[in-house]
């Protein structure tokens, strides 16, 4: 009973955590003078993303056996996957969600005494609500390319190998110059006044960074507790630790980047939401691959080469969406139908 109020704990701890990280990181964004949109493929994604990569760092790099090095191989693959379907699909769901309830309060204030409830109360989400989607489609094929070459290293071995992960690095500096060069500038909106100094239009530099740095390391904790409570509460239920580390855990190590898009979506700032995922996805196909090249001799089982591409096939469907101007709530909540692929492939490999 204690690990499931511990796992509740935890979840509305992050969830609360991410509120004042995405209220601090957008002030940040001002202060660096970075545009909208590189807050979230950047800070944001770079703050969200750091514990998993140190949990890869640590397990790759301090790791003394091979269940050790094969958890960061496993975090290394896990986040893309849960990034690119439970988080874009979660995504799509809470945009449904939110237009539903604008909609429906818009038509309790129109419709007339007694008449009928008009049907076009509020906008329906759609392509205008997600931002620069050009922008988006080509940030997923970067990604994609990355990601097979990531895959197809998996499948081999030779003597250079470690040494490609510096590639990988390199990647994600090209990326990271080419965000910040491109994300210049204030675009205008208007911030709501930072938590810690709520009376101040604009908040002083030391609480900006006090509570961007305060939220990341509540953050960080929480997510590992939370991963600790699932791997108790696996057997509780009778789940094999594999089906726990595979299926359960990538989830909760990605829960701060979910809950970012919650509270982005919530608060009307969808391209936000989709410029952290995508920005996440970045950082997790290099820096953590880089380190697993590196370090171990990255060679990849049944599981690990399903959930490579369950992860491609992820990206396609969204590439394909984009290009055919079918990129919409709905269409983008299918993206979660893919982890179920996952799950129910898993089956036959751990059986």
């Given at each position: ?24 990181v ?33 397990a ?12 960061g191989?496993?975090?290394?693959m ?16 809470m945009?449904?969600l939110v237009y539903r309830?604008v ?9 007339p005494v ?9 906008p329906r989400p ?5 931002g620069?989607l050009?922008?988006?489609a ?5 990604f994609l390319v990355i990601f ?5 290293l ?7 190998k ?13 990326y ?8 210049g500038?204030d675009?205008g909106?208007?911030?709501d ?6 009376r101040r ?14 939220t ?9 507790l ?8 696996g ?14 855990s990538?989830?909760?190590t990605?829960l701060?980047?979910?809950m ?7 608060q009307g700032k ?6 952290n ?10 820096v ?7 370090f171990t ?5 049944s599981?690990?080469l399903l ?27 299918l993206?979660?139908?893919f982890?179920?692929?996952f799950?129910i ?7």
């Amino acid at each position: 009973m204690w690990h499931f109020v511990a796992l509740i704990a935890c979840a509305v701890a992050i969830y609360f955590s991410c509120e004042w990280f995405v209220n601090a990181v957008e002030w940040l964004g001002k202060r660096l003078d970075v545009g909208r949109i590189a807050v979230g493929t950047i800070l944001a994604a770079f703050g969200t993303a750091l514990p998993e990569s140190v949990v890869t760092f640590v397990a790759v790099v301090f790791g003394h056996d091979t269940a050790s090095k094969d958890i960061g191989i496993g975090a290394a693959m896990g986040g893309p996957l849960a990034l690119s379907t439970v988080a874009y699909g979660v995504t799509g769901v809470m945009v449904l969600l939110v237009y539903r309830r604008v909609r429906a309060r818009s038509a309790r204030v129109t419709a007339p005494v007694g008449g009928p409830v008009p049907g076009d109360a509020a906008p329906r989400p759609t392509r205008d609500n997600f931002g620069d989607l050009r922008k988006l489609a080509r940030d997923q094929r970067w990604f994609l390319v990355i990601f097979v070459v990531k895959v197809g290293l998996g499948l081999v071995a030779f003597a250079v190998k470690p040494w490609l992960g510096l590639a990988f690095f390199a990647a994600y500096a090209v990326y990271f110059w080419r965000e910040i060069r491109a994300g210049g500038g204030d675009d205008g909106d208007e911030l709501d006044p930072l938590l810690l100094q709520r009376r101040r239009p604009v908040p002083a530099t030391w609480a900006v960074v006090a509570q961007t740095l305060g939220t990341l390391a509540i953050i960080f904790v929480a997510s590992q507790l939370f991963v600790r409570q699932l791997d108790a509460i696996g057997p509780m239920l009778g789940l094999p630790a594999a089906v726990t580390a595979l299926l359960l855990s990538p989830i909760a190590t990605e829960l701060p980047e979910i809950m970012n898009a919650i509270i982005w979506v919530r608060q009307g700032k969808t391209p936000l939401a989709l410029a952290n995922i995508s920005g996440a996805m970045m950082i997790q196909a290099t820096v953590p691959s880089g380190l697993g090249l590196l370090f171990t001799p990255w060679l990849f089982d049944s599981a690990l080469l399903l959930s490579g591409i369950v992860t491609i096939a992820a990206i396609v469907f969204l590439l394909i969406l984009l290009r055919t101007g079918r990129f919409t709530a709905r269409t983008l909540a299918l993206s979660a139908l893919f982890y179920l692929v996952f799950a129910i492939g898993l089956v036959p490999i751990l059986s």
